[in-house]
């Protein structure tokens, strides 16, 4: 997910597994998308969170992702299911396919794609990329979280401050492994709004032997203006725009929105 060693890589699919385990943000994609059957793309499916109850809800999806080790959980999520189908795939790179009602965007994404283009330009790209892959009247969902940063004025932070480091994830895999994710300070940018970090993953074996590494990361703060200007340049109308599973609306304090935009 990082470019991190495979034995972090592994770790880090089975603690995702372990620690984010909320539904709420399931429930409210169902409740938008409709019971009707649908044929949906979700992009960064991960370990099937998200995937797995859309199936189950009667739709036809689609989940791609470059993590293996995520994608190997899903096969068993998805026993007795039948209209389902994951694959391996780099979303900035590959071909994200054609003729779907709904493309997700859920889980933050675009606040954490993974790649060596452009910042900015990768987050446009799958913006246009969602417009490619819908039918005429399809619909993208975009759940996005910028790191505690006010979506509405550049470079604000609303919810935090680097003070120093901080551990994201805690705990032992399934082989027995105990880890931690630890969140370094960083730097924001306000000329070119990107924002500069590094993680740390400290793994203790349960057959003896640590392992270290620290892995640079670098995430462009988009505006919600920015994210209007990608939705409309790519032929999508604002159908639902919020803040949160409540449906607060949008304000000057707003660090996250969450979008249902129909392609015309």
Not at 222 to 234: K, M, N, P, R
Request: charged share 25%.
């Amino acid at each position: 997910m990082f470019d991190e060693k495979p034995i972090i890589s592994k770790w880090v699919a089975d603690i995702y597994d372990q620690k984010v385990t909320e539904t709420e943000d399931v429930d409210f994609l169902l409740s938008v998308i409709g019971n009707e059957p649908k044929r949906v793309l979700e992009v960064c499916c991960g370990s099937g969170r998200i995937l797995i109850p859309l199936a189950k809800a009667g739709h036809t999806v689609i989940g791609i992702d470059a993590d293996t080790f995520m994608l190997d959980k899903v096969s068993a999520k998805a026993a007795g299911l039948e209209k389902i189908e994951w694959h391996k795939a780099d979303a900035v790179h590959d071909d994200w396919g054609s003729g779907f009602n709904v493309v997700v965007l859920a889980d933050n994404i675009l606040y954490n794609i993974v790649s060596d283009m452009d910042y900015k330009k990768a987050q446009e790209l799958f913006i246009k990329k969602a417009a490619s892959s819908l039918v005429p009247g399809g619909y993208v969902y975009i759940a996005y979280s910028p790191g505690g940063y006010n979506i509405t004025k550049p470079g604000q932070s609303q919810s935090h401050k680097d003070n120093g480091s901080r551990v994201v994830w805690e705990g032992t895999d399934n082989d027995g492994n105990y880890g931690k994710m630890i969140l370094l300070p960083g730097s924001f940018n306000a000329e070119t709004s990107l924002n500069s970090f590094s993680r740390r993953f400290e793994l203790t074996f349960a057959n003896d032997g640590k392992i270290s590494q620290d892995i640079d990361c670098v995430k462009h703060f988009a505006t919600l203006e920015q994210i209007h200007g990608w939705l409309s340049d790519a032929g999508f109308i604002i159908e639902l725009e919020c803040e949160g599973f409540d449906k607060k609306t949008i304000n000057d304090e707003s660090c996250e929105v969450i979008i249902y935009a129909q392609k015309k």
